[in-house]
C-alpha cells in the first residue's frame, strides 16, 4: 500500500455493520474527521459501499469483511470495477473466510482464501486496493505476499505487535478494537461482555487466536473474564480511551478501526464527536 494510501486511511477510522450505517451516518464521520469507514458484515455487490461513497468527498470506505464462502469472486472482482471507476482511490476491498460455525462448505478455508485471492487479482483488482481479514500466521503470510495487508478483528494490541513482526514494517495493518465510553466499569464490561460473549466466545477462530495469545479456558468460559472483557472492549473517558487505542500504533499498527459500542438503538454520533475531539480530529 503506497504512504499515499496510509496518509488517507489516517490513524483512526469507524468500524460499524454494513446496516447500521446511513449516509447521512457517513457524511458525519467524514466531518468529524475519520480517514475510513470499515463495514462490518459487507454485501459482496458493494451497493452500500457506493451509497456511503457517493454521500461523503474524502472518506474512504473499507469492506470489513465481504465474505468470500457467501459471494462468488468474479461478482466482487466485477462490483469492485464499477465501485473503483465511479469512486477512484476511496475503497479498499476487505475479504475473509468468515466463521466456520455458520458456513457448512468450511473446508480448508486458507486454501479457499487464497483461491479467492488469485481470482479478484486475476479479474483485475488491484491488490494495494486489497486487504485480509486475517488473523493466524499463515493468512498474515498470505496477505503480505498476495495484498496491500491486514484487517484483524477481535484483537489487543500485543496482538498487533505479533501480527506486525510476521507482516514485516511494509504492508497495511488495520486492527478493529471494541471502545466503550464510560467510566463506570461495571457496565462499560456489561456492554463489552455482550457484544463480545455472542457470537465470538463461541467462534473457534477467534477462541484459537486468544488462546495464542496467552488467555486461557478460564478467561474465555463464562462469558470471558473481565481483564478478557477489559481488553478486548476498552472503557474509559474519550481520552482514556484514545490511549488504549493508541496502544495499537505504538505496537506497529498503521489504522485502528474503532467499533464504538453503545445501548440497542443508541446513536453512535455523539460518541463519534468525543473520540474525535480526544483525538484531536477537525
Not at 38 to 64: H, K, N, P, Y
Not at 114 to 142: F, N
Not at 185 to 199: D, I, S
Not at 249 to 264: F, N, R
Amino acid at each position: 500500500m503506497t504512504q499515499r494510501a496510509r496518509d488517507e486511511l489516517g490513524r483512526f477510522g469507524i468500524w460499524r455493520g454494513e446496516r447500521q450505517i446511513t449516509p447521512e451516518l457517513a457524511a458525519t464521520i467524514e466531518e468529524l474527521g475519520f480517514g475510513a469507514l470499515w463495514l462490518g458484515s459487507a454485501s459482496g455487490d458493494l451497493a452500500a459501499a457506493e451509497e456511503f461513497l457517493a454521500a461523503t468527498t474524502t472518506l474512504t470506505v473499507a469492506t470489513g469483511i465481504v465474505n468470500m464462502w457467501q459471494y462468488e469472486p468474479h461478482l466482487v472482482a466485477a462490483a469492485f470495477q464499477r465501485v473503483q471507476e465511479r469512486f477512484p482511490g476511496r475503497f479498499l476491498l476487505g475479504v475473509g473466510a468468515g466463521h466456520p460455525e455458520v458456513i457448512q462448505q468450511y473446508a480448508r478455508p486458507y486454501d479457499t482464501l487464497a483461491r479467492y485471492v488469485d481470482t479478484l487479482l486475476g479479474d483485475g483488482v488491484p491488490a494495494d486496493s486489497l486487504v485480509l481479514a486475517a488473523l493466524g500466521p499463515k493468512v498474515l503470510r498470505l496477505a503480505a505476499e498476495r495484498t496491500a495487508g491486514a484487517h484483524p478483528y477481535l484483537v489487543t494490541p500485543g496482538y498487533t505487535g505479533e501480527a506486525r513482526k510476521i507482516l514485516g514494517p511494509g504492508p497495511l495493518l488495520a486492527p478493529e478494537q471494541k471502545v466503550v465510553i464510560s467510566t463506570d466499569p461495571e457496565q462499560a464490561r456489561a456492554t463489552g461482555r455482550a457484544r463480545v460473549e455472542k457470537p465470538y466466545l463461541g467462534l473457534a477462530n477467534y477462541t484459537a487466536n486468544l488462546r495464542r495469545l496467552g488467555w486461557t479456558d478460564a478467561d474465555l468460559s463464562g462469558g470471558g473474564s473481565d481483564a478478557l472483557i477489559d481488553a478486548l472492549a476498552v472503557h474509559g473517558s474519550a481520552a482514556q480511551v484514545v490511549t488504549r487505542l493508541t496502544e495499537h500504533l505504538d505496537a506497529g499498527a498503521d489504522h485502528v478501526s474503532i467499533q464504538l459500542l453503545t445501548e440497542p438503538g443508541a446513536d453512535p454520533a455523539g460518541g463519534y464527536r468525543e473520540l474525535a475531539g480526544a483525538i484531536g480530529l477537525r
